[in-house]
């Protein structure tokens, strides 16, 4: 999630999110079924897991159905089998897009990935065409109304890798991806549980955008995870937040 104010964007995605709550559950369940699957079902020794099952938690999904998705995963229980595949691509105002799926029918998925990126006057593009942009980190978001001193004392002997405050003051702690379980667990430990924190890819470098082609991105970003095989939606723009209005 790029963004000057990154609190007030969150908190825009978010509602977003919770207007296609249905939707959101199926990917959730999704992602951790693959999760278990790749990594191994124990939640210390899997940070996609953790991840997974804490997002999971976060929507308030309930402890049945992320346990019986942890089992499918193993191969304790029946159930669809879904190959992750990811799509690069550029959509407007040439902002690098990774676009990350879980589907049981390729043909379906990029037929329905392409069509968005076309719609919107972008384009599909090669494996590795924008992915080098990106990186793989941990991020977690603490509101404004925490203590900037406290969190960056407790995140630098945690062992995070960065902490940036965002010009709304809300502060992100940066890990890499196999050190973002540990940070996370040693924050809450020391009383400092963020209000959002996740596994996510992030771009070295953000493009500003004006209102008109940052809601055109938005509108990319809105096509493609209306379909139920897209699990995650990446990019390298800087959203203004009058965008989300």
Aim: glycine share 6%; charged share 30%; hydrophobic share 40%.
């Amino acid at each position: 999630m790029a963004g000057h104010s990154k609190w007030a964007n969150i908190q825009h995605r978010k509602k977003a999110q919770d207007a296609k709550r249905g939707k959101l559950f199926t990917r959730l369940i999704r992602e951790i079924v693959m999760a278990a699957k790749a990594g191994g079902t124990d939640l210390d020794a899997n940070p996609a897991l953790r991840s997974a099952v804490d997002k999971a938690k976060s929507q308030s999904v309930p402890r049945d159905p992320i346990d019986r998705a942890i089992k499918r995963g193993a191969g304790e229980l029946d159930g669809s089998d879904y190959e992750e595949i990811r799509y690069e691509g550029y959509g407007p105002a040439g902002i690098a897009f990774i676009v990350d799926c879980l589907s049981d029918n390729r043909n379906r998925t990029v037929a329905e990935v392409r069509h968005a990126f076309s719609k919107s006057g972008g384009n599909l593009g090669q494996s590795g065409s924008v992915a080098y942009m990106f990186s793989s980190v941990g991020v977690l978001l603490y509101s404004p109304e925490h203590d900037e001193d406290a969190i960056l004392e407790a995140a630098l002997e945690a062992g995070a890798e960065d902490i940036i405050v965002a010009d709304d003051a809300s502060i992100e702690v940066l890990t890499s991806a196999e050190d973002y379980v540990k940070v996370k667990q040693a924050m809450i430990e020391a009383g400092l549980e963020p209000e959002e924190s996740d596994l996510t890819m992030r771009a070295a470098t953000n493009t500003s955008l004006e209102l008109e082609d940052a809601s055109k991105v938005l509108r990319l970003v809105d096509m493609l995870e209306s379909s139920d095989d897209v699990q995650e939606v990446y990019f390298n723009a800087e959203i203004p937040e009058e965008a989300y209005v």
